[in-house]
T-cell receptor, first 111, second 115 residues
Framework: EDKVVQSPLSLVVHEGDTVTLNCSYE??????LLWYKQEKKAPTFLFML????IEKKSGRLSSILDKKELSSILNITATQTGDSAIYLC???????????FGAGTILRVKS | GAVVSQHPSRVICKSGTSVKIECRSL??????MFWYRQFPKQSLMLMAT?????????EQGVEKDKFLINHASLTLSTLTVTSAHPEDSSFYIC???????????FGPGTRLTVL
């Protein structure tokens, strides 16, 4: 069965800390991996990764894919309270017609 | 970034009535749209895949006669919850896949409350 596993399930950090969120996958014919941030409403798109070893960066957020390890990490540096959210990882499979989502990581940044 | 709108954002209805939710991709074409349901503190649950010009594909356990999906154009999909009951109360989220890419954007969601 295709699955996407995120860890940790939740964590609490202080403002200014750096956090690393993990996503591992076991799917048939991987094609791409996406990261989303969900606050009170629907998820907002962060990154899409298809190639191993190439870091994608947007401000304090960055992400990289490791196809050998079947995993991806999402890094957030100098965290702010506004980074508090659920971070979702999802995978497209080749010949697949839907995203397979992980359960998400709940991040809480304390001031 | 690309924008997906959803309407209404919040709806309260009486048990037994039907509710229609619209999902529009505002600045891109989406051959495929998806409808999800989310319960509090849980991840997204895919209900169905909506393909422009053809029948929707429903996930196991989702009643197609209860959750009617229509994808009449490349920018609009609708979900109609028929004969709604209190257990249908939930947060419904649509997403649109940019045609010929893997990029998928979500709408802001619709909070449905059935009394």
């Amino acid at each position: 069965e295709d699955k996407v596993v995120q860890s940790p399930l939740s964590l609490v950090v202080h403002e200014g800390d750096t956090v690393t969120l993990n996503c591992s996958y076991e799917v048939t014919n991987f094609r791409s991996l996406l990261w989303y941030k969900q606050e009170k409403k629907a998820p907002t798109f962060l990154f899409m990764l298809t190639s191993s070893g190439i870091e994608k960066k947007s401000g304090r957020l960055s992400s990289i894919l490791d196809k050998k390890e079947l995993s991806s990490i999402l890094n957030i540096t100098a965290t702010q309270t506004g980074d508090s959210a659920i971070y979702l990882c999802a995978v497209w499979m080749e010949y697949g017609n839907k995203l397979v989502f992980g359960a998400g990581t709940i991040l809480r940044v304390k001031s | 970034g690309a924008v997906v709108s959803q309407h209404p954002s919040r709806v309260i209805c009486k048990s037994g009535t039907s509710v229609k939710i619209e999902c529009r991709s505002l600045d891109f074409q989406a051959t495929t749209m998806f409808w999800y349901r989310q319960f509090p503190k849980q991840s997204l649950m895919l209900m169905a895949t909506s393909n422009e010009g053809s029948k929707a594909t429903y996930e196991q356990g989702v009643e197609k006669d209860k959750f009617l999906i229509n994808h009449a154009s490349l920018t609009l999909s609708t979900l109609t919850v028929t004969s709604a009951h209190p257990e249908d109360s939930s947060f419904y989220i649509c997403s649109a896949r940019v045609t010929n890419t893997d990029t998928q954007y979500f709408g802001p969601g619709t909070r449905l409350t059935v009394l």
